[in-house]
């Protein structure tokens, strides 16, 4: 499928390494949804400390497995979580 990300907080290098670890467990975009927010409260603005949070959600589109992971933007911790999820079968249909 796609990527969603309206306020591009992915980065370029985040969407490579996406799309690389897809093709390394068998997988192709269109297997997947890729869904992309930032999540942050009005109160967090007005933080001095303020850091953007983005939730990243992906979907399996035939078994519509999903699961949110939750990283700083920028990190891209979310894309170690997202590998284990594949390498562990966690998307394909029981």
Not at 4 to 31: A, C, F, I, Q, W
Not at 61 to 71: E, L, R
């Amino acid at each position: 499928m796609s990527i969603l990300d309206e306020s591009n907080l992915l980065s370029d290098e985040e969407r490579k390494v996406y799309l690389r670890l897809l093709k390394l467990h068998g997988h192709e975009p269109h297997h997947f949804l890729l869904e992309v927010v930032e999540d942050q409260g009005a109160m967090d603005m007005n933080d001095i400390n303020y850091v953007i949070i983005v939730k990243t959600k992906a979907t399996h589109v035939k078994s519509q497995k999903s699961k949110t992971y939750v990283s700083r933007a920028g990190s891209a911790t979310w894309l170690a979580e997202f590998e284990d999820d594949l390498k562990n079968g966690y998307f394909v249909e029981d």
